[in-house]
């Protein structure tokens, strides 16, 4: 026990030295919370056969409702991905926004059938939820000021 306590001491004191904050990185800093997002990449969305699909219209309907799309991770404040699976003719799954290091920041679960239209029916409902979801976090922080992205009446 005591060692473990050692060792988190020494952990604790080594990562908080002075000067060694900047080591984090700006992407670490550059988005605290989903107020900060400026560009959103979306990234794989693995599993059913129409994922593919389900990532191209996201990345077609996002800008539709004022989230800009950037084609590289690097260049993105945030990453929205996902998984689907796909049985007896429905598609259901999870997609998510990520910092470029992997926080959380909000998710939402999938369920349609496997129809092209459907399909690109939730996949619009999706990014309008997204982009709906950052805009009211961000209202209530700002105290009714929003600055994401291109501003659109939601």
């Known amino acids: 026990m005591r060692r473990r306590q050692a060792i988190y001491l020494v952990f604790v004191s080594v990562a908080l030295l002075p000067g060694q904050v900047s080591s984090i990185g700006p992407a670490d800093t550059a ?6 997002i400026k560009k959103i990449h979306v990234g794989a969305i693995s599993g059913a056969a ?3 699909r389900y990532r191209h219209f996201m990345d077609r309907y996002l800008p539709e409702f004022g989230i800009p799309v950037v084609s590289s991770p690097a260049e993105a404040d945030a990453i929205l991905s996902g998984s689907l699976s796909t049985r007896e003719q429905k598609i259901q799954g999870d ?3 990520k910092t470029s290091t992997g926080v959380k920041l909000w998710s939402t679960e999938i369920k349609t059938s496997t129809d092209e239209a459907a399909v690109k029916k939730q996949a619009k409902k999706t990014a309008r939820r997204t982009a709906k979801h950052i805009r009211k976090q961000c209202k209530a922080r700002r105290g009714g000021r929003v600055t994401i992205g291109v501003q659109v009446g939601l």
Not at 31 to 36: Q, R
């Open 50 to 52: 129409q994922s593919e």
């Open 95 to 97: 997609i998510w926004l």
């Open 31 to 36: 988005v605290a919370n989903i107020c900060d």
